[in-house]
């Protein structure tokens, strides 16, 4: 399965962006993990197959929003009220078992990044 990320960009604090993850074939996970400069990756958010079970950091939970639409085998990140500290290079990823989500190493296939900047 190869995932294709897009949707970042520069953005002013307290505005929004939507990333897109699109898979080449199914899935039963979707997530999203960030990394900033100089910072290991992180755990954003992720979403099973159904929609019915979602996970999300403590610092993005209330602001940031994971769908899927499974017709399109493409997993959203909708970002709101964004922070500078939301700056980073996110990462989609995809597992084809549930494992731990907050866990990088759950998923079995990664996207290339797409850069998000928050500027103040």
């Known amino acids: 399965v190869q995932l294709q990320a897009c949707g970042g960009g520069l953005v002013q604090a307290g505005g929004s962006l939507r990333l897109s993850c699109a898979a080449s074939g199914r899935t039963l996970v979707g997530g999203w993990f960030r990394q900033a400069p100089g910072k290991e990756r992180e755990f954003v958010s992720s979403?099973?197959?159904?929609?019915?079970?979602?996970y999300y950091a403590d610092s993005v939970r209330g602001r940031f929003t994971i769908s899927r639409d499974n017709a399109k085998n493409t997993v959203y990140l909708q970002m709101n009220s964004l922070k500078p500290e939301d700056t980073a290079v996110y990462y989609c990823?995809?597992?084809?078992?549930?494992?731990?989500?907050?866990?990088?190493?759950?998923?079995?296939?990664w996207g290339q990044g797409t850069q998000v900047t928050v500027s103040s």
């Open positions: 979403i099973t197959w159904g929609g019915t079970n979602t």
């Open positions: 990823a995809a597992a084809r078992r549930l494992g731990i989500p907050s866990h990088d190493t759950a998923y079995d296939f």
